[in-house]
């Protein structure tokens, strides 16, 4: 069964470094998103992406993050400076089509532990 | 009042009960209903989506929207140990992508 792929499982850094979290969404899907879920809270959405551009970004989503869909197969999130407050599960998910199409299936996940 | 409220349990019920997860939402602008089962360190897997009013049926699972009292279930039969995990409500308007969800209720089915 087709699946997202997230690298790495585990990410540490240190406050202020950059890190990049990567994803193979499902090959035929055309919708991507990343989600993160702090521990013990909701899983958030941060952002969606279509057609090599933003489609919405949530109020999280600012100026230290960045995506990139880099070839045909890669999706990242970028995180340029990072803080304590980013420490998280970050969800990456892929979808065929939006609306009464709209299927989100997610990866595993990639845990960052900003110190 | 949150957008969408869900007990966050834990729930623990004997293999072979009928369990119903709930969540209550605020918004009436919600248009598209899933649900969601996660186990521990993994990613949210969708079980059920739908984006009307009613029931839908899959296998075990029956989904359960009623938009008149802003209030969805899910319904899982003959539960099996392999239930256990945490089951996530999300839903989001038509004019975004943004999905919100449930804090998650946290199932425990013992043999």
């Known amino acids: 069964e087709p699946e997202v792929t997230q690298t790495p499982s585990h990410q540490v850094t240190q406050m202020g470094q950059e890190v990049i979290l990567r994803c193979v969404p499902i090959s035929n899907h055309l919708y991507f998103y990343w989600y993160r879920q702090i521990l013990g809270q909701k899983v958030e959405f941060l952002v969606s992406f279509y057609n090599n551009e933003i489609s919405e970004k949530s109020e999280i989503f600012d100026d230290q993050f960045s995506v990139e869909r880099p070839d045909g197969s890669n999706f990242t999130l970028k995180i340029r400076s990072t803080k304590l407050e980013d420490s998280a599960m970050y969800f990456c998910?892929?979808?065929?089509?939006?609306?009464?199409?709209?299927?989100?299936?997610f990866g595993s996940g990639t845990q960052l532990s900003v110190l | 009042q949150k957008e969408v409220e869900q007990d966050p349990g834990p729930l623990s019920v004997p293999e072979g009960a009928i369990v119903s997860l709930n969540c209550t939402y605020s918004?009436?602008?919600?248009?598209?209903f899933m649900w969601y089962r996660q186990y521990s360190r993994k990613g949210p897997e969708l079980l059920m989506y739908t984006y009307s009013s009613g029931n839908k049926e899959d296998g075990r699972f029956t989904a359960q929207v009623d938009k008149s009292s802003k209030y969805i279930s899910l319904f899982i039969r003959d539960s099996q140990p392999s239930d256990s995990a945490t089951y996530l409500c999300?839903?989001?308007?038509?004019?975004?992508?943004?999905?919100?969800f449930g804090t998650g209720t946290r199932l425990q089915v013992f043999p």
């Open positions: 918004n009436s602008a919600f248009q598209y």
């Open positions: 999300a839903m989001r308007p038509y004019n975004t992508d943004k999905l919100i």
């Open positions: 998910a892929s979808s065929e089509g939006t609306g009464a199409n709209e299927k989100l299936f």
